[in-house]
T-cell receptor
Framework: GAGVSQSPSNKVTEKGKDVELRCDPISGHTALYWYRQRLGQGLEFLIYFQGNSAPDKSGLPSDRFSAERTGESVSTLTIQRTQQEDSAVYLC?????????FGSGTRLTVV | AQTVTQSQPEMSVQEAETVTLSCTYDTSENNYYLFWYKQPPSRQMILVIRQEAYKQQNATENRFSVNFQKAAKSFSLKISDSQLGDTAMYFCAFSQNSGGSNYKLTFGKGTLLTVNP
């Protein structure tokens, strides 16, 4: 597609539920990144994919967070047993080299 | 570990005037990239300008320019002829090759810029 697409745009979930956030990168972009942006903060790196593998998962905050990518395309970020501190905007970006294109993010609210 | 500091949480400027946003960073690396991103209420991060550390010449993009001081580890953004559409959060970011093609970004906390009519 023309840009990076993320869905859903907004998600409200109850504490303890699992959520899945989806990212569709730009076709042909081999690198894909997930970032988290808490209210009033900058973006925090979560995970990097090169193709289907994730050589850098250093930013995942706990084992409740996981991500996968299939076919060098769609990526899914899963948060299990959500907590209120997981409330944030989750942004995805894709890249060929060091030039990023970001999606518009998913705003996750845990109530 | 790299850190990026933006010391101005909020700034305001009158339309058509010039404003400078500050950014400092800390790294032990010699080759890296610096960026300014704009985030309007739509949430999408938009690249404003990019600077490669090995280039001494300051990057410019139309009304946007940077003052890159490598020794001081400073990377400020100047916006000339400010427009109402420039109102947004501005983030300074740092990247280096973290292995393979991993160019993960480290962001500052942002500066909220308001352009007043």
């Amino acid at each position: 597609g023309a840009g990076v697409s993320q869905s859903p745009s907004n998600k409200v979930t109850e504490k303890g539920k699992d959520v899945e956030l989806r990212c569709d990168p730009i076709s042909g972009h081999t690198a894909l990144y997930w970032y988290r942006q808490r209210l009033g903060q900058g973006l925090e790196f979560l995970i990097y994919f090169q193709g289907n593998s994730a050589p850098d998962k250093s930013g995942l905050p706990s084992d409740r967070f996981s991500a996968e990518r299939t076919g060098e395309s769609v990526s899914t970020l899963t948060i299990q047993r959500t907590q209120q501190e997981d409330s944030a905007v989750y942004l995805c970006a894709s890249s060929l080299y060091y030039g990023y294109t970001f999606g518009s993010g998913t705003r996750l609210t845990v109530v | 570990a790299q850190t990026v500091t933006q010391s101005q949480p909020e700034m305001s400027v009158q339309e058509a005037e010039t404003v400078t946003l500050s950014c400092t960073y800390d790294t032990s690396e010699n080759n890296y990239y610096l960026f300014w991103y704009k985030q309007p209420p739509s949430r999408q991060m938009i690249l404003v300008i990019r600077q490669e550390a090995y280039k001494q010449q300051n990057a410019t993009e139309n009304r946007f320019s940077v003052n890159f001081q490598k020794a001081a580890k400073s990377f400020s953004l100047k916006i000339s002829d400010s427009q109402l559409g420039d109102t947004a959060m501005y983030f300074c970011a740092f990247s280096q090759n973290s292995g393979g093609s991993n160019y993960k970004l480290t962001f500052g906390k942002g500066t909220l810029l308001t352009v007043n009519p």
